[in-house]
């Protein structure tokens, strides 16, 4: 485990995953992050590379042959490196082996960074295409759980207590709705207008929310009964996704910044077709980020 600290936050991250595990309000003792303690979810904030989401049918066709690649791809699974480590600032790092090249058929170089200052801790994901002649085809996605308030309803069922999203600036936002196999529904996608949500287990009752948003785009989760604001700032990320499980209701919501999506229900299956994957060309690095603000109110 690496911890960073400072006189806000205590911050606990682990190898596996390079996944944030722990971040702890130091004036109250408040844990901010999902354990991951049930079988519903048993990760805290896990990372999805090379993919984001689902594909038709777990595979893709590159160069005309077909690979198998599991729901959010193999990196929250595998062990990383520790590059670098200071009271407030850690670094962790993975690379193409024999396993991944078997799943995916690239070089590559993913290097996470963690920067903690005051109240805030911002993830950046930098992506390096190490190949002399071939581009590499990824995407990346942000998967932070925090721990929100629920209440038991006279069925006995859990609801959420006073949980709000705000999305700021309210407008017009292209949402992205998927089907029973976690793809996107391509004659339902549509513009959605989205200012403030009191969020119910029932609105993941289909999985994720997923939205197309902009460089200005700022997302707040605020518990009220625990007196919680947390502030998510994406960069050089245009989607974002709120989810939780559905049935199994459990006292966690995601938000999460991503740069790809699932595959279209009408996917044709080719990796360089599909919507929304980065190409990154031989010899060159692209960097993604996001910034979560904790505070107590």
Same mark, same amino acid.
């Given at each position: 485990?690496?911890?960073?600290?400072?006189? *806000?936050?205590?911050?606990?991250? %682990?190898?596996? $995953?390079?996944?944030?595990?722990?971040?702890?309000?130091?004036? #109250?003792?408040?844990?901010?992050?999902?354990?991951?303690?049930?079988? +519903?979810?048993?990760?805290?904030?896990?990372?999805?590379? &090379?993919?984001?989401?689902?594909?038709?049918?777990q595979?893709?066709?590159?160069n005309e042959?077909?690979?198998?690649?599991?729901?959010n $791809?193999?990196?929250?699974?595998?062990e990383?490196?520790? %590059?670098?480590?200071?009271?407030? =600032? +850690?670094?962790?790092?993975?690379?193409?082996?024999?396993?991944t090249m078997?799943?995916? &058929?690239?070089? @590559?170089?993913?290097?996470?960074?963690?920067?903690?200052?005051?109240?805030?801790?911002?993830?950046?994901?930098?992506?390096?295409?190490p190949? *002399?002649? #071939?581009?590499?085809?990824?995407?990346?996605?942000?998967?932070?759980? @925090?721990?929100?308030?629920?209440?038991?309803?006279?069925? /006995?069922q859990?609801?959420?207590?006073?949980? /709000?999203?705000?999305?700021d &600036?309210k407008?017009?936002?292209?949402?992205?709705?998927?089907?029973?196999?976690?793809?996107?529904?391509?004659?339902? #996608?549509?513009? %959605? /207008?989205l200012?403030?949500?009191?969020?119910? *287990?029932? *609105? @993941?009752?289909?999985?994720?929310?997923?939205?197309?948003?902009?460089?200005? =785009?700022?997302?707040?989760?605020?518990?009220? #009964?625990?007196?919680?604001?947390?502030?998510?700032t994406?960069?050089r990320?245009?989607?974002?996704a709120?989810?939780s /499980?559905?049935?199994?209701?459990?006292s966690f919501?995601?938000?999460?910044p991503?740069?790809?999506?699932?595959?279209?229900?009408?996917?044709?299956?080719?990796?360089?077709?599909?919507?929304?994957?980065?190409?990154?060309?031989?010899?060159?690095?692209?960097?993604?980020?996001?910034?979560l603000? @904790?505070?107590?109110?």
């Amino acid at each position: 485990m690496v911890i960073l600290e400072n006189e *806000h936050l205590k911050v606990v991250l %682990q190898e596996l $995953g390079a996944e944030i595990k722990s971040v702890i309000d130091k004036e #109250t003792g408040f844990e901010y992050i999902w354990q991951g303690k049930t079988s +519903a979810w048993p990760y805290s904030a896990p990372v999805s590379f &090379p993919i984001v989401g689902s594909l038709c049918g777990q595979e893709y066709i590159y160069n005309e042959t077909s690979y198998i690649l599991e729901h959010n $791809g193999f990196a929250k699974d595998m062990e990383f490196m520790v %590059q670098n480590q200071t009271s407030n =600032t +850690a670094s962790f790092n993975i690379k193409h082996n024999n396993f991944t090249m078997d799943h995916y &058929p690239f070089e @590559f170089s993913f290097q996470i960074n963690y920067v903690l200052y005051e109240n805030k801790i911002t993830v950046t994901y930098e992506v390096l295409n190490p190949s *002399h002649q #071939t581009p590499l085809y990824y995407a990346i996605g942000g998967c932070p759980a @925090f721990n929100v308030s629920q209440r038991s309803l006279h069925n /006995s069922q859990m609801e959420y207590n006073r949980i /709000s999203i705000i999305i700021d &600036p309210k407008g017009q936002y292209y949402y992205l709705p998927l089907d029973k196999f976690g793809l996107i529904e391509t004659k339902k #996608t549509r513009y %959605q /207008s989205l200012d403030q949500i009191d969020l119910t *287990h029932k *609105h @993941f009752r289909k999985g994720p929310l997923i939205y197309q948003i902009n460089q200005q =785009t700022i997302v707040e989760l605020w518990d009220h #009964t625990e007196g919680v604001k947390i502030t998510l700032t994406p960069s050089r990320m245009p989607y974002l996704a709120l989810w939780s /499980s559905y049935p199994k209701r459990t006292s966690f919501v995601s938000m999460e910044p991503m740069t790809g999506l699932p595959d279209y229900d009408n996917s044709d299956g080719q990796l360089i077709n599909k919507l929304s994957m980065i190409k990154l060309e031989a010899n060159t690095i692209n960097t993604h980020d996001y910034t979560l603000a @904790f505070e107590r109110y």
